[in-house]
C-alpha cells in the first residue's frame, strides 16, 4: 500500500538556481553579511534581506547570528565602540560588506559597514547614514537596497573595481523611481531616508562614472539630498541637517574637482561645509564634527590656489587646527599625521603669499612633526608626499629670508620624494616633486654663479608642485 501511495505524491521540485551556478553565469564578485537584527526575535525579518539580496547574481550572501545594535547616535563612545565591532566583523568574515540594524514596529532600520575607516570619501555610508524600510517591501525598495550595498562597498581589487563601474549605473538607475516619489505609505523619516541613501547612490555613481556621464549623477545627488532636507522636520535634531549640508558639500566638491576652473563651485561647497560644521554638535557627534572641519579647511585651501584670496587661508587654519581637538596624535596618529600634513601645506601657500618667513618656518616644523609618524618604510608615499611639502616649503624659506642655507636640505627631502614616487609608479605626483627638484637645482646653481644674491627671477610659480 505505501508503495501505491508513493506513485501519486508529487515529486520534489529541481534545484534552484542558487543551489548550483548555472553553467556560463557570472560569479559573484561581492561577499556581503546579514547580521542577525535586533527586535527580531523569530530571524525571519533577517532571512527575508537575506533572500532578498541572495536573489543579485553579483553578491555572495552569508548569515551571521550576532546582533550589532545602536540605540543611540548621540554617544560617541557608544557608536565608536559598535562601527569597531562591526569592521572587526566584517575584516573577520572575509566580507566586503555587513548589513546590520534593527527590526521594530515600522519596519527595518538597517546600517553599512565595511572592514575599512574611509569616512571621508563622498557618500561614505557611516553609522549616521540609516536605510529605513517598510516591513513587507517589494523590487522598487529591493532595488535601492541592492544599489546601496554596491554604492557603500569599496572595492579592494581591479576585478571588484571594474565591477562596481558596471553594475552601479544600472542599479542605480533601477532604484531612481523610487527616489523620485517616496510612497505616501511610508512614513517621514523613511521617505527622508530613501532620499538620503538614493543621494549616495548617484554620489557614487557619478564618481564612478567618466565625465561625460558623471554630470547628470551628480546632479540627481544634489536633488535627491535636497529632496531629503524638505522632509526634516521641527523636531528632528540639528545634526541631521548638518550631515544633509555635508553630503551636499561633497558631491559638489567632487564636481568641483573635475571642473578646470571650479571656484564657483568650490564657494558653493564651502557655504554648505560652514552650515555642517554650525549644525553638527562637537560634543555629541566629534568625529562628523571633525570631518566636516577637515573638508572646510581643505576647501578653503582650494580656492585660494585659485583665486589667491589670503584670508581663506586664515580660515582654513582655523578650520583645520580646530580638528586636532578630536584627532590626537596619541589616539589616531595617522589622521593627525594627515591633517597637519595639510596645515603645513596650507601655512606654505600662506607664508609664501605673506613673504612672512616665521610661517614658513611654522610649515617646516609641521612637516618635521608629520614625518615622525610618516616612514618611508611604513607608509611610503604619504612619506613622499610630506617630503613634497618639506622640500617646497624650505625652498619658499631660503628664497623669502634671502639664502637662509635652507637649499641643500630641501633638495634631499625632494629627491627622496621622488625617488619614492617613481618607484612606486606615482607619475602625477612625481612629476610634480621632479619640476619642485629643478626649482631648487636652478637656485644653487645661480646662487653659486652670482655668489648668493637671491635673483627672485623665477618666471613661473616655484611652489607650484606642492599643490
Known sequence: MDIIVGLFKPKPPPPTATAQQPQGAEAPSFTVLVAALAGDADGSAATFLNQ????????????????????????????????????????????????????????????????????????????????????????????????????????????????????????????????????????????????????????????????????????????????????????DPTWEAGLLHKHIAAVIAAKAEREKDGAALWEEAIKEWRLAVENLPRALMPQEWASAQVKLGGGLFRLDLLTGQTELLREALQALQATLQVYSRTETPQRWAEIMNTIAQVLEVYGDQMKNTDVLQRAVDACHSVLEIRTRERTPLAWAATQNTLGSALFMLDRHSNGGGHLAEAEEALGGALEVFQAHGAKGPAKVAARNLSHVRKMMETRKSRGGVDPHWLDDDPGEGRR
Open 52 to 235: 532578498a539580496l541572495a536573489a543579485r547574481s553579483a553578491l555572495k550572501v552569508k548569515a551571521l547570528g550576532k546582533v550589532f545594535q545602536l540605540d543611540n547616535l548621540e554617544d560617541p563612545s557608544l557608536v565608536s565602540s559598535v562601527v569597531l565591532n562591526t569592521r572587526h566583523a566584517v575584516a573577520e568574515e572575509d566580507a566586503e560588506l555587513m548589513v546590520w540594524g534593527d527590526f521594530g514596529k515600522d519596519g527595518y532600520r538597517l546600517r553599512l559597514a565595511t572592514a575599512t575607516a574611509d569616512d571621508e570619501r563622498a557618500a561614505a555610508f557611516g553609522p549616521a547614514t540609516r536605510i529605513e524600510l517598510p516591513k513587507e517591501f517589494g523590487e522598487p525598495t529591493a532595488n535601492l537596497l541592492f544599489a546601496a550595498v554596491l554604492a557603500a562597498i569599496d572595492p579592494s581589487t581591479d576585478a571588484q573595481k571594474a565591477a562596481s563601474r558596471r553594475l552601479l549605473p544600472a542599479a542605480a538607475a533601477a532604484a531612481e523611481a523610487l527616489a523620485l516619489r517616496p510612497p505616501v505609505q511610508l512614513t517621514m523619516p523613511q521617505q527622508r531616508s530613501v532620499q538620503l541613501v538614493f543621494g549616495h547612490v548617484a554620489t557614487a555613481t557619478a564618481v564612478a562614472s567618466l565625465a561625460e556621464d558623471a554630470k547628470p549623477w551628480f546632479e540627481k545627488a544634489i536633488n535627491a539630498y535636497r529632496q531629503a532636507q524638505r522632509r526634516l522636520g521641527r523636531t
